[in-house]
């Protein structure tokens, strides 16, 4: 009898032994933000979480406040003619969430897992060092970033679907701390909405809306608050940045300016990049000189076969055309009016197609937003190759 009641006071011991243990849990998934399970430091309100800050100089669409243990980062501008702007709140791991905001806009950083819905956001995370975070992409076929390609290939990335036809489930079952995607502002098209109703963290990145190269670049500094990578991503961007301008200024001097227009037919309409857009930005600081610089718009100029033809007929060069034209013949079967152009009768054809993966995936909509630099370099290479005699052309190549 007495060897039992010692048992039954053995058992009610660990009893509440356990009740106290899943007590504490519970408090503390109370007091700390979601998806913060590597969090193990104690909340001092007196401590400045993020003592490294970006400062955003080029970029005009999203913006960041500091506060000791969280920061406001504002998406102003994501999509054309947008009428809304995004918020999020990216708070410390394990420190309290500010009041006023909505859950869906808080982000508990630095964020342990993500779904990345843009090829353009995969070099980000290979600067900043964060691609073993990455477990979920769009689209495999479409990938050139090599860090990731190298994780798909060891099955630790799913593959998860683009736009409206996102698998929700799977996301779900992935269960990241953060999914980066971004928005046309159409409804039908657009995924974000899906996964916010869900449950999931989702982060609008509007790279895309900015009218300079640099400020596309400069995104990754947006990506990096997620981490809390600015450091990395202040060095990094000020490497970008510096070699961009100094490649800039070897044209500057330059007084003969070869004509330039870029694009191509496409169902009747040709589609040109107005003066105030990041390809105009990009051939002026290569030193030609783009003829559509007289209009002011930064998005794209629906326009008429005979009007393209009425103003470039002349044109030195043509860039930035059908990836599906590989030759010279390819683009003359496409539309024979072509062979009216003079940069067609002297051969000055560049697309930037040259860094194409086995499914015909483009890097210069990957690697090239994050390499400005190294755009610009090709850029002036062909218009003026004397400048750069050691440079070869990396995402350019000469159509024949």
């Known amino acids: 009898m007495i060897v039992i009641k010692h048992h039954q006071r053995k058992l009610n011991f660990f009893v509440c032994l356990l009740f106290l243990v899943a007590t504490l849990i ?13 969090c193990n430091q104690e909340y001092n309100p007196n401590i400045d979480y993020f003592p490294a800050k970006v400062s955003v100089n080029y970029a005009t669409g999203f913006d960041v406040e500091y506060y000791k243990h969280y920061k406001v980062v504002t998406v102003k501008n994501p999509w054309r003619n947008a009428n809304t702007g995004f918020q999020y709140v990216l708070v410390q791991c394990g420190a309290p969430v500010p009041p006023d905001f909505l859950e869906t806009q808080v982000i508990t950083v630095p964020v342990n ?28 076929k479409q990938i050139n970033t090599p860090d990731v390609i190298s994780r798909i290939k060891t099955g630790k990335i799913t593959e998860v679907g683009r736009n409206n036809n996102v698998n929700i489930e ?64 202040e060095k990094i961007f000020s490497e970008i940045a510096r070699k961009y301008k100094d490649i800039a200024q070897k044209t500057q001097s330059i007084n003969k300016r070869p ?10 309409t040709w589609y040109m990049p107005g003066g105030d857009s990041y390809v105009a930005k990009y051939l002026n600081d290569a030193g030609a000189n783009y003829l559509w610089n007289d209009d002011n718009t930064s998005g794209s100029l629906p326009l008429s076969f005979e009007i393209i033809l009425e103003r470039a007929a002349n044109a030195d060069y043509w860039l930035n055309f059908s990836q599906a034209w590989q030759n010279l013949t390819d683009l003359l ?30 890097d210069y909509w990957e690697g090239g937003i994050s390499n400005p630099d190294v755009v610009l370099a090709d850029l002036i290479k062909i218009f003026h190759p004397e400048l750069l005699p050691n440079h070869q052309l990396v995402y350019y190549r000469k159509l024949t």
């Not at 072509?338 to 995936?361: P, S």
Request: proline share 3%; charged share 15%.
């Open 333 to 362: 079967n496409a539309d024979n009016r072509y062979g009216d152009f003079q940069a067609v009768k002297i051969g000055n054809l560049y697309n930037n197609d040259a860094r194409l993966n086995e499914h015909q995936g483009n």
């Open 170 to 233: 799977q996301i779900l079952d992935l269960n990241p701390d953060l999914i980066t995607t971004y928005a046309v502002g159409n409804s039908q098209s657009d995924s974000y909405p899906q996964l916010v109703d869900a449950g999931l963290k989702v982060a609008i990145n509007a790279e895309y809306m900015e009218n300079s190269p640099l400020g596309r670049t400069e995104w990754m500094k947006f990506t990096a608050l997620f981490f809390n990578q600015e450091e990395i991503a």
């Open 113 to 140: 897992s993500i779904v990345s819905l843009s090829t353009t956001h995969l070099p980000h995370l290979a600067k900043l060092g964060v691609v073993d975070k990455l477990i979920g992409v769009s689209d495999f």
């Open 259 to 268: 004509s330039v227009f870029v694009g191509f037919n496409f169902k009747g």
């Open 26 to 38: 519970i408090s503390c998934n109370n007091t700390i933000p979601q998806g913060s399970s590597a």
